[in-house]
């Protein structure tokens, strides 16, 4: 079974900025999409980017411009850059493998806390 494995996460003031990784095991990593997603307390968990088996990538409007998603498929890792973080930035970060645009399976996820 693929199981995703994040770190990066922690805390960190307004403005600041973290990597996420991910390296999944278990399957062709470079042959698959690959997606960030996010879950804020009381919310739902949200996609937050994704980016192809070719290297396009997607961003919910509320991070373009200050994350950037991006992958080493030698490496087996998926990464999110996270600049510029915001208070409602703050959310356990998961990794997943999309299958027909779907997450696949969620790991343990990584903790970012924005706070001064």
């Known amino acids: 079974q693929v199981q995703p494995v994040e770190s990066g996460g922690g805390l960190v003031q307004p403005g600041g900025s973290l990597r996420l990784s991910c390296s999944p095991s278990g399957f062709f990593f470079s042959r698959y999409d690959m997606a960030w997603y996010r879950q804020a307390p009381g919310k739902q968990r949200e996609l937050v980017a994704s980016i192809s088996s070719d ?10 411009g200050r994350f950037r998603i991006f992958r080493h498929n030698a490496a087996h890792t998926v990464y999110l850059q996270m600049n510029n973080l915001k208070p409602e930035d703050t959310a356990v970060y ?3 493998r999309l299958m027909s645009g779907q997450p696949d399976s969620w790991g343990q996820g990584t903790q970012v806390t924005v706070s001064s």
Do not use: F, I, N, P
């Open 94 to 96: 998961y990794c997943t």
């Open 55 to 64: 290297d396009s990538t997607k961003y919910v409007e509320s991070v373009k």
